[in-house]
């Protein structure tokens, strides 16, 4: 008995699927139609900008400190930028929820580990209210690597140093000075931006 259930099962099963097929091929040989396509509810994800060269940087002519203004580590320690002194410095600003950010992060993580060892840091401050942890589960998430967890509180630090919206890149030299900046996403660990930075920050 429950072969013959199981067996009669199948072909109601056959049946409606043949009949399916049949119905999809007359509706598509009907004038002025076409074969009927099922979208998710959700709206997809927002393709991901492509990262460009260094087109958009500009430099700072002359070369100037940035107003004092504090970053918060990942054990929420408040850092001024005299904590780089001596070092080049690729500072970036950030959030989880911007989606050139979110592109071009992978390209600094890159940057990061070419320049290791240089004297050159990459510190990406990030501005999400969610604080490290959130920055935390992103790096994780998405694979980040070499980059450590840098904060900018409510974005306190970047209207001081006048940017004007994220992502943007602030370039500093081993005196502390501005060199150049960038506002946008950009390839970071191309040769060509590579070697600008190690001439900007040197």
């Not at 970036?92 to 989606?99: G, I, K, S």
């Not at 502390?176 to 191309?190: C, Q, V, Y």
Request: with cysteine.
């Amino acid at each position: 008995m429950r072969y013959d259930v199981k067996r009669r099962g199948l072909l109601v099963a056959g049946a409606v699927l043949a009949g399916g097929t049949l119905a999809a091929a007359w509706q598509a040989g009907k004038p002025g139609t076409g074969p009927v396509v099922h979208t998710p509810s959700a709206d997809p994800p927002p393709p991901q900008p492509a990262l460009e060269g260094l087109a958009a940087l500009t430099r700072t002519d002359p070369p100037l400190p940035l107003p004092p203004a504090k970053l918060v580590d990942e054990a929420g320690v408040a850092h001024g930028l005299d904590s780089f002194a001596g070092k080049g410095v690729v500072l970036n600003l950030w959030a989880t929820w911007c989606v050139p950010c979110v592109a071009e992060m992978p390209s600094l993580a890159a940057l990061a580990r070419r320049v290791a060892g240089e004297g050159i840091l990459v510190v990406a401050a990030s501005s999400d209210r969610g604080g490290a942890e959130a920055v935390t589960r992103f790096f994780a998430r998405h694979r980040i690597e070499g980059l450590p967890v840098w904060l900018d509180p409510k974005g306190e630090a970047g209207r001081a140093w006048g940017t004007r919206g994220i992502p943007t890149t602030i370039i500093l030299d081993r005196a502390g000075r501005e060199r150049a900046r960038l506002e946008g996403s950009a390839d970071w660990a191309s040769d060509a931006a590579v070697a600008e930075i190690r001439r900007l920050t040197g």
